[in-house]
């Protein structure tokens, strides 16, 4: 069977969710992935014979398991390699979770991400198709994370408890139109960012410029590291930046904005024309 692989690009890739997106499990604080079992030529456990390993194996006994995006679910049932296993379709990714104790979603199943649709068994075996073609779970779930931290340092949250940084709430110009703004940056933050990427879109010179400012102004008043780091909050930085973190995200909110009215005519409902106007004007 002919092994070579169909080259995508990164737009080709983009998951795109109206709801957000959601990793396929969940882990405590304290807890590290474990990977049993690798994507690719591998050695099997128990045969001791080199096999290709169509997936990743987890070590996450009896964890709920997730929809990762708005998808559909494609397959369910039993076979002698997944056990318990089902399909669900996420735009052009097939994701199969096999060796499953319990399936709460049968086949034809409309899902949403953070959706509860299976309980793992002892490990959970991930496999992914795009497109048709196998693909190593990790790059599926490293699209996955990146949306849902982009989203996060967006400011932009499906739970408003989360909009909090170091216990206070950020707050910025844009919170009476927040819901709206979040449903627009859910369906077009992944086609914003490529377009940046690839200099289809580029930010506003006042935007860069500004921001280079508030950064040179965080460190100038040692506001980086005053805490241990966390992957919610690379910086270290307490409540103390909570100001220039509000500038922060005024900022990119307002691009995300400009690049969804210059790009795809897009605007907050809200809005009147002066304020469409005035908007353009401040952004240039």
Do not use: C
């Not at 980086?224 to 992957?231: A, H, N, S, V």
């Amino acid at each position: 069977m002919d092994q070579k692989k169909k080259k995508y690009n990164y737009k080709d890739m983009m998951l795109e969710s109206a709801n957000g997106y959601m990793m396929p499990f969940a882990l405590g604080d304290e807890e590290e992935l474990q990977e049993t079992l690798g994507y690719g030529q591998q050695t099997h456990p128990q045969t001791g014979q080199p096999f290709f390993h169509h997936g990743v194996d987890y070590a996450v006994n009896g964890k709920d398991l997730y929809a990762l995006a708005d998808g559909l679910v494609i397959g369910a049932g039993n076979d002698s390699i997944h056990e318990n296993y089902i399909i669900t379709k996420y735009g052009k990714y097939e994701v199969t979770y096999g060796h499953v104790a319990e399936a709460y979603t049968p086949y034809g199943t409309p899902v949403k991400p953070g959706q509860v649709i299976a309980k793992a068994g002892n490990f959970l075996h991930l496999g992914v198709r795009f497109d048709g073609q196998d693909l190593d779970p990790q790059e599926l779930l490293a699209v996955v994370w990146a949306n849902i931290q982009q989203l996060a340092a967006m400011g932009i949250q499906q739970d408003p408890k989360d909009k909090l940084f170091d216990g206070k709430e950020v707050k910025t110009k844009y919170d009476a139109d927040a819901n709206e703004i979040m449903l627009m940056m859910l369906r077009f933050l992944p086609v914003y960012l490529n377009e940046i990427r690839t200099g289809e879109y580029v930010p506003s010179r006042h935007t860069e410029d500004d921001l280079r400012d508030i950064y040179t102004s965080a460190s100038a008043k040692n506001y980086y590291y005053e805490t241990i780091p966390t992957l919610s909050n690379p910086l270290g930085m307490t409540s103390r930046a909570l100001p220039l973190i509000e500038k922060v995200q005024n900022l990119l909110i307002g691009d995300f904005l400009n690049y969804m009215a210059l790009r795809h005519g897009r605007y907050v409902s809200t809005w009147s024309e002066d304020q469409k106007k005035n908007f353009l004007m401040t952004q240039q």
